[in-house]
């Protein structure tokens, strides 16, 4: 393994993460199922139901640091953390709607992400890492429409509302975050890395902020932040959140994937560009990421990595899963991290 620096990302089958140990471990997550063995490990695991694609066969996301690690619970909120940063995860299982539906009665996915989000940023507060950083959000069935509207709504409504509740802002100092679709009956399961200082945020040129997103996608707009640098005193890692075939705030190349693909790597390296201007440096590069692609259609699968292959180089890193993406008209998503050493 190469030099680690702050907190550290890598993608390992079973038997290299047997080989590793849980030297370092803050977290992981797993696509396929329950992984024997992790069950009862003394770290969060986020189990996450997006099926893996490609020849790769089961790999676990693994985010490991140099640094001394403490595990812990608090309420459903499993987390590790060190002196700068904590990993965390939840899985909130939707309650049956109640069968006599009242007026202004909340969905139960609408009191799934609000009770999970909740949770989180209590467990933050009084651990005393304020800042949320970078979230994962897979809601089950994303695309569906339940109770008169899209369940990405609901999510969005609530996400807002448990934001707004804990004093924290809805615009400019907002995480980095994803929000993809997951198996219908799973849980609501979200992880999240927050940390102690402030980190930087980025926006992208080419996009309209999600927070400024005009009503026509929600009422209450999506918050987070297309990118944002956590500042370790061994490193600095760049999170890129979930980013697609947008510009503006539009959605172009409906019914292309090839084209999507394309432009989703100009946004990435958009970011890129925007990250090393906002650090003074120039170390974040296509060549650094590891990238998580969301492929909408299996089928996709050769298309998508045919282009991110060309575009990063036969050394890149990828993995990719199959999930439904929150804009009905994306076919695919990537988000990326990007881990250089050296200090802020
Ligand atoms: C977009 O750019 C595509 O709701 O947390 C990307 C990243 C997207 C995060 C979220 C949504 C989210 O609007 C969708």
Known sequence: MSLRTGLHLDYLSPAEFEAARWAGV???????????????ADVPVAEVSTPLLGEAGALCEVWRTKQAVESGRRG????????DMV?????IPENNPSPIAVEGDQTPLHSA???AYREILGTLDALGYPHLIRVWNYVPEINRDTHGTERYRQFNSARQTALLASGRPVTGSVSAACALGAAAGSPLVI?????????T?????RQVSAYNYPPQYGARTPVFSRATVLHEPDGMTLF??????????????????????????????????????VTGSEKFTLETLVCKVYVRHAADLP?????LRAALGPASRAVYLQADICRRDLLVEIEATAMVPGAW
């Open 76 to 83: 459903r909120v499993r987390y590790a953390r060190t002196t």
């Open 240 to 277: 890129i959140s979930g980013t697609a075939s947008i510009i503006g705030h539009q959605t172009i190349h409906a019914g292309d994937t090839a084209a999507q693909t394309r432009e989703t790597i100009t946004n990435i390296e958009a970011l890129l560009g925007e990250a090393n201007r």
């Open 87 to 91: 990993f965390g995860c939840i899985a």
């Open 191 to 199: 992880y999240f890395v927050a940390s102690h200082t402030a980190p």
């Open 303 to 307: 298309v998508i990595q045919a282009e």
């Open 26 to 40: 803050v977290g992981v997550a797993t696509f396929d199922g329950p992984q024997l063995g992790l069950r009862d």
């Open 113 to 115: 992400t609000e009770q």
């Open 201 to 205: 945020f980025i926006e992208n040129p």
